[in-house]
């Protein structure tokens, strides 16, 4: 199996980074760039073009974009523009989304609603004029994309954690992404829970590749590393540690680490996550450290490691790490 590692960024940089981030990832050998769909961010779509135009081989796509800020015919038109600006290295990436209450979208039926708006979407990208009539959306017979595509069938990701996303992500898709993570228990874990979907569609549980990635923080200043992964983590702990069922933590923690947060007190809240913790919700560290912790996912059977915002101490100086020296760890 052939292992590939990315890098996953955050939607807030200013227009140029992307292009020299991403001319400087596929300098050092990096297989994937993803781009965050995050709530309040820029849309995905702006770094995603700009970087296809930087690069010529790595693949590029967005995790996750979602079918209830944005219809079915409109996520076909992105796919379909960043495959044509790619010269066909897109990706599809899908998921319910998260904290879509604070712009007043309710989410009823998500597997139903992201198992549709796959149907919707490559209908529309295969040409398939037939129409589809289905509980959330539908497409009238004779409606079709009024441009060329470079493919018909780019690869579906589903970002799921649970059973029942990863069982939707065992029958249709190519990969899922368990986002937030670097724990190795995790991945026998999906594996089985997408083993239910695959085979109920006659499918080889191995012909889903199971992606991990989660926030990153190299340097050769081991500790400053894992200080502000600390507090990057400390953010979203209360949302992954909840959906782990192989990780046992310490009585209160969550609590705490949240109400600190809220008070705005981060690094405050960081503070109080342990190392065990916090190596599987993070990567973190020196660069030796980082590869020893995604070497163990490789070990456990991953297809990709991502590597997450925000890399290091800068983005910059992350990046350069990753790939001067952690990719050579990983691929000796």
């Not at 890098?7 to 992307?18: E, T, V």
Request: negative net charge.
């Amino acid at each position: 199996m052939t292992v590939e590692i990315g890098l996953g960024l955050q939607s807030d940089k200013p227009a140029g980074a992307y292009a020299r981030l991403a001319r400087a990832a596929e300098a050092h050998g990096f297989d994937v760039l993803t781009v965050f769909g995050d709530l309040m961010y820029q849309p995905p779509i702006f770094p995603l073009l700009e970087m296809a135009q930087a690069t010529e081989r790595v693949r590029l796509g967005a995790a996750c974009l979602n079918p209830y800020s944005m219809a079915p015919y409109e996520i076909a038109g992105q796919i379909a523009a960043l495959d044509l600006a790619s010269h066909g290295r897109a990706y599809l990436g899908l998921a319910r989304g998260t904290w879509l209450g604070a712009v007043g979208l309710p989410q009823p039926r998500p597997l139903t609603t992201i198992e549709e708006a796959v149907q919707v979407v490559y209908r529309l990208l295969r040409g398939d004029r037939s129409g589809f009539t289905g509980r959330v959306f539908s497409l009238e017979a004779g409606t079709a994309l009024r441009y060329d595509v470079q493919r018909p069938d780019p690869p579906l990701l589903l970002g799921a954690w649970g059973p029942q996303g990863a069982a939707l992500a065992g029958r249709i898709a190519d990969e899922i992404k368990v986002g937030g993570s670097a724990n190795p228990d995790m991945v026998p874990v999906i594996r089985e829970r997408l083993r239910a979907g695959a085979e109920k569609a006659g499918r080889d549980v191995s012909d889903v590749g199971i992606v991990l990635g989660a926030v990153t923080v190299v340097d050769t200043d081991g500790e400053a590393a894992r200080a502000k992964a600390r507090t990057e983590v400390a953010m979203y702990l209360a949302v992954v540690a909840e959906l782990d069922p192989t990780v046992v933590l310490p009585d209160d923690l969550v609590k705490r680490v949240g109400e600190l947060v809220d008070a705005g007190e981060d690094e405050a809240a960081g503070r109080l996550i342990p190392d065990d913790v916090l190596d599987r919700f993070a990567f973190s560290g020196t660069p030796e450290q980082v590869a020893v912790q995604a070497q163990a996912l490789i070990d456990a059977g991953v297809r990709r490691v991502e590597f997450g915002t925000p890399h290091g101490l800068t983005d910059e100086r992350g990046v350069d790490l990753l790939g001067s020296a952690v990719l050579p760890l990983l691929r000796r």
